[in-house]
């Protein structure tokens, strides 16, 4: 197993600046960056987790350079991420103890602090647009099992077989973990125990200078039945206020929901704390504190982009200024113009 320290927190690229790798001058409205989850992801995901994250991102970014909200751009990044069944949120959710599939996502948006958010979900192919109807329907922020599932009926969302979502890896993860009893610092710190918990995300700040954050995930495996971690809970998961800019977490749950860590980050940045360095800061926090670890992207209401994670791997992407960008290993960057 991997021992967690601070100098384990990994700055990916600088992007703090308005500057392309070859030195010229790049737009810095819209903007938008992706994760597939901070975990010891194994080499037999590695390139398709890579791959995932680009496709989400391209998504993401042409809806914004479109004229799309950032909200509208984060939804349909997530919704590449909760379709590919690498990624443990929609189709590829892991299972828990039961061996059924219980789902949790959130999304917010920063110019009012509206959000809304669904946990224990089942049956639903993109959790990340039901909890969208939470925010524009609902006087509520967060609905929870059979209540969600009947919501998304009343909106229209259909509903689709268990089978649909669970994949053979799924299931042979639970019985590695029956067998194992693996522990969850294994799950994050090491890639010989690829157990999926990889929660996907994005951040966006589009033309008008708003920001969002959405994130979605299966959970962890082998979880209990019932279990929420910190995916669909505002300042845990994530966090989108247009005073500073949006995060969206990945990592071990209840740590993140211990520290608050995304509400932590937008804290420092509304300081003035530049984005990469208050995402480094915060993840150093929940470190520290409750000995946990995870990753974050995050976007700076006025463009700025940074991430940084405590695990193994990451795998990201960040668009802006026509240029996409992506990695996974630690010091790892690959730019490329759109």
Same mark, same amino acid.
């Given at each position: 197993m991997?021992? +967690?320290?601070?100098?384990? +927190? ?6 703090t600046t ?10 810095k ?8 989850g901070?975990?010891?992801i ?8 890579? &791959? ?13 350079? &479109? /004229? ?13 991420l ?11 959710s ?7 599939v ?21 049956? +639903? ?13 609902t ?18 969302i259909p ?10 890896t ?22 010989e125990?690829?157990? /999926? ?5 994005a ?10 954050f ?8 082998a979880?209990?039945? /019932? ?14 206020d ?21 509400k932590?980050?937008?804290?420092l ?5 530049p984005c990469?360095?208050?995402?480094d800061? /915060?993840?150093?926090?929940m ?7 995870g ?19 990451m795998a990201?992407a ?21």
């Amino acid at each position: 197993m991997r021992s +967690i320290c601070l100098l384990c +927190i990994y700055r990916r690229y600088p992007t703090t600046t308005a500057t392309s790798p070859a030195g010229m001058s790049v737009a810095k409205l819209p903007a938008i960056a992706v994760h597939g989850g901070a975990w010891g992801i194994p080499d037999s995901l590695a390139g398709p987790s890579v &791959e995932g994250v680009q496709r989400a991102a391209r998504a993401g970014y042409d809806v914004l350079t &479109e /004229g799309g909200s950032a909200l509208d751009a984060v939804v349909a990044a997530i919704c590449i991420l909760e379709d590919d069944p690498v990624f443990d949120a929609g189709t590829g959710s892991v299972l828990t103890l039961d061996g059924e599939v219980e789902m949790d996502a959130v999304v917010m948006e920063g110019r009012n602090l509206k959000a809304g958010g669904i946990a224990c979900v089942q049956n +639903i192919k993109n959790p990340c647009v039901l909890a969208r109807q939470v925010l524009e329907k609902t006087e509520h922020v967060l609905l929870v099992g059979p209540g969600a599932n009947k919501f998304a009926s009343e909106c229209g969302i259909p509903t689709v077989p268990d089978e649909s979502l669970i994949t053979d890896t799924a299931r042979a993860e639970l019985e590695h973990f029956r067998k194992y009893k693996t522990t969850v610092n294994q799950l994050f710190n090491n890639r010989e125990v690829p157990l /999926g918990h990889d929660t996907v995300g994005a951040v966006a700040v589009d033309q008008t200078g708003c920001v969002a954050f959405g994130t979605s995930t299966g959970g962890i495996t082998a979880k209990r039945p /019932g279990r929420v971690g910190d995916t669909s809970i505002v300042g845990a998961g994530g966090y989108a206020d247009n005073r500073s800019g949006a995060v969206s977490s990945t990592g071990h749950g209840e740590g993140i929901i211990r520290v608050c860590l995304a509400k932590r980050i937008t804290d420092l940045m509304e300081q003035g704390v530049p984005c990469q360095e208050a995402a480094d800061r /915060g993840l150093a926090y929940m470190t520290e504190r409750v000995g946990s670890a995870g990753g974050v992207v995050v976007v700076s209401s006025q463009g700025d982009v940074g991430f940084s994670f405590t695990t193994d791997r990451m795998a990201w992407a960040w668009a802006r200024g026509g240029e996409l960008h992506y990695g996974l290993d630690p010091g790892q960057h690959t730019g490329v113009s759109l």
